[in-house]
């Protein structure tokens, strides 16, 4: 068996509304708590604070797409709203799942940077079992996948720098 370099830890930045706030902040606990992770940003909510779910989610995307940070793990509600609004920054994949399956797919298929969970509707051990399976996928970009995910960005508004593609 060939083995390459060890793969780069991860920089990931995490972000919530209100009604994501203790997932977001459990889940900081786990990221900084894994050897693979070397960096945990955090753009808010901090205890206390309202900010709407857009904002956090686009905040966060922009430093992906402009490879500050390799991931983005972002909680709100359902994870649906953080998802849409973290899509609206160009060169970002950003996914809504909450089973294991999906997880996997959303990173080996999709090439998604950005995981999306809703404090309403996972529970915590599971979020955070998700969250550690996570860091474990990188995309193979010689994989059949690869020229799916290159054909997703040949959708990208002309004139928008990429953001950084697998491996990061
Ligand atoms: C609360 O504003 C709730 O709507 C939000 O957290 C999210 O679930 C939206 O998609």
Not at 78 to 94: D, E, F
Not at 133 to 145: A, K, N, Q
Not at 153 to 162: L, N, Q, T
């Amino acid at each position: 068996m060939t083995r390459g370099p060890a793969p780069r830890p991860w920089r990931v930045v995490v972000g919530s509304d209100e009604a994501g706030f203790e997932l977001k902040e459990l889940l900081a606990v786990e990221l900084r708590g894994d050897a693979r992770v070397a960096e945990v940003r955090d753009v808010g909510v901090v205890a206390s604070q309202s900010r709407d779910y857009p904002h956090v989610a686009v905040e966060a995307a922009r430093l992906v797409a402009a490879g500050e940070v390799d991931r983005a793990l972002l909680v709100c509600g359902t994870g649906l709203g953080v998802a849409i609004a973290a899509n609206k920054v160009s060169g970002v994949r950003a996914v809504t799942a909450h089973d294991s399956y999906s997880v996997e797919r959303s990173v080996l298929s999709n090439d998604a940077q950005v995981l999306c969970l809703g404090q309403r509707v996972i529970g915590p051990e599971l979020a955070r079992r998700l969250v550690r399976e996570w860091l474990g996928y990188r995309l193979d970009p010689t994989s059949p996948s690869g020229p799916k995910v290159e054909a997703i960005c040949a959708y990208e508004p002309p004139g928008v720098p990429e953001a950084p593609r697998a491996p990061h």
